[in-house]
């Protein structure tokens, strides 16, 4: 969460003072999240053993408090708590289920900046992601497989390895510091900082990410990873872990990145970090990409120019302007989606057009409802992904690409770092192009539950009509609901690709 934003947080909390302050943040995962608090910054030194499993960690957070706090919760999952302490003072704390209560010596004051130190211990294990309650293939969080680990969190798995507040607005600053044993590497998001020795076998990592970051894209991984380094044209670090097991063939899908991230910025606007960086994990078991801050996790096999342009794309889109509230994913999904079909037709209007028209057909004729959904296993639907991008294409069609460009990056530059939501999209497009028809247009794509008319379709129909009958392959399309499956692998549409 912007600092700037604590005041206005504050007002809301002081009049709310007699509510306890662990109350829930998000309609969908309600029991993730505090909104008592405002993390601004996470120090994490993250001491990890594979074999045996064991994380040590010992976090220290840095927080505003947005009302009096007698006590205050913070998410975390599994691990011994060793100890707390507030700005140098032992804290008393307890275990209610996924949560840890801190008990200060004293109550903190509203407003008051605080420092937590949380020292833990445990077999870090992924909990269940409540997308897909009651599917044991769908985990969150920190994985252990063969030599190594990984974290993916999206969207609430971010307590399997570290305290935190999780819930998607509030952002903060991140320092991770991985120590494991030669010749294992740590890798997180972002850049890294400096490599050194603690004892004869192990070394610690340290990873920056100064731009604010929501909890659940932060990644650590630990295994035995090849560098390949290079630099784009704008001067920004490229990075791309590999390991034996990734296969040859993909290294020059996953270095086209280069390119892409040339046009995106000619298109978008600046990128939105300091580095980039792309990891492969080797896990069998992992089946989709995740566009993990600044530093992306791709599964073996996924170097699709689809899947690429797509993580790259959400660094602009879901990462660095992210979603206040995962209602609002089709933010994130959505844009991701319009790029990747738009990469590969950059120099063909018309072949982008017929293929946006596909997709169009494909949502009619599934009664794909509003890109906003209702519920918190939805978020990983066609309707955030795919009506999410052709939301942005019926805007496209009606103010033209020229006034569509401009919202693109009037949207990325205004809210660089920040958290938004569809109402904020609105106005911008409504500010940008002056157009009285884009605010009706715009809620009934992302509002209303059936498919708007398709402005100009009968014209790209009449340009293509052997095309447009065709549905691209994209990234997240039609894979048994759930398009983090689809992402990748055990899906029909990536198995074409
Ligand atoms: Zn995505």
Partial sequence: ????????????????????????????????????????????????????????????????????????????????????????????????????????????????????????????????????????????????????????????????????NDEPDDKATFRIAVTAERPLIGVANGAPQSIRAVSNNRREFVWEMDEPMTTWLATVHVNRYAVRQDVSATGIPLRLYTTNATPRADIAGYEAVKGMLEWMTAYVGPYPFDSYGQIVVDDPALYYALETQAMSTFPVGAAYQSIVTHELAHQWFGNSVSVKEWRDLWLAEGFATYFEVLFPHRYNTRAFEAEMQGLYNFAVRTNLGSAVVERGDQIFSNRTYVRGALTLFALRQTVGESVFKRIVRAWASQNVNGSVTSADFIDTAEAISGNPDVRPLLDAWIFQQPVPPLPGASAIAAADTATTATVPDIVGLACGGNNKRAHVVKCDVAATE
């Fill in 1 to 164: 969460m912007p600092i700037s934003k604590t005041a206005a947080a504050l007002a809301t909390a002081l009049s709310l003072a007699t509510i306890a302050p662990a109350s829930a943040i998000d309609d969908f995962f309600p029991e993730f999240g505090n909104e008592g608090i405002d993390v601004l910054h996470y120090d994490l030194a993250l001491d990890v053993k594979v074999s045996p499993h064991v994380l040590t960690g010992r976090a220290t957070l840095d927080i505003v408090a947005l009302q009096q706090l007698s006590s205050f919760t913070l998410d975390l999952a599994g691990f011994d708590v060793l100890r707390v302490r507030i700005n140098g003072t032992p804290a008393a704390f307890s275990r209610v289920g996924d949560k840890l209560e801190i008990t200060p010596a004293s109550p903190i004051q509203p407003q008051r900046r605080f420092k937590v130190v949380i020292v833990y211990r445990g077999e870090p294990t992924p909990i269940q992601d409540p997308t897909a309650p009651g599917d044991p293939d769908y985990l969150l969080g920190w994985f252990k497989y063969q030599t190594g680990t990984y974290a993916l969190s999206e969207p609430v798995g971010a307590s399997t390895f570290y305290p935190a």
